[in-house]
């Protein structure tokens, strides 16, 4: 349970870091991600999380009892679960921003995705 509650607080570090210093990132990044679709969000999010992760060593399959042949290797892949983990912290509050801000989230019937309760079976 350690381990998880660690990848929790992790990723909300890397979130949070993130979007302190997205704001200040220079016009021609914004633009390369707009006319080439270079996900500036993506690599921004998983170098705060390697540098996380190398910084403080964090690696959760040697804290769970993996062994790893290959060294660093942990380091890294923690970092990506950590970055992947950020993505879905932001999501989650996201959504729970938009529900205290009353704003319900569309329907199935109304984005036409859902069947039709009026569909002839």
């Known amino acids: 349970m350690t381990e998880l509650l660690i990848v929790f607080i992790l990723a909300f570090v890397v979130e949070?870091?993130?979007?302190?210093?997205?704001?200040?990132?220079?016009a021609k990044l914004k633009e390369l991600e707009i006319?080439?679709?270079?996900?500036?969000?993506?690599?921004?999010?998983?170098?705060i999380a390697l540098l996380l992760c190398f910084?403080?060593?964090?690696?959760?399959?040697?804290?769970?009892?993996v062994p790893l042949a290959?060294?660093?290797a942990g380091i890294i892949l923690?970092?990506?679960?950590?970055?992947?983990?950020s993505?879905?912290?932001?999501?989650?509050?996201?959504?729970?921003?938009?529900?205290?801000?009353?704003?319900k989230p569309v329907t199935w019937t109304e984005a036409e995705i859902?069947?039709?309760d009026?569909?002839?079976?």
């Open 16 to 26: 949070a870091v993130w979007q302190a210093l997205k704001p200040l990132w220079p």
């Open 35 to 47: 006319s080439r679709g270079v996900p500036v969000d993506a690599i921004g999010c998983l170098v």
């Open 55 to 65: 910084g403080t060593g964090t690696d959760l399959l040697a804290l769970i009892g």
């Open 70 to 72: 290959i060294p660093y």
């Open 78 to 85: 923690t970092a990506l679960l950590i970055y992947r983990g």
């Open 87 to 103: 993505n879905f912290l932001h999501d989650v509050l996201a959504g729970i921003n938009d529900i205290r801000a009353n704003n």
């Open 114 to 116: 859902g069947k039709d």
């Open 118 to 121: 009026n569909e002839v079976k």
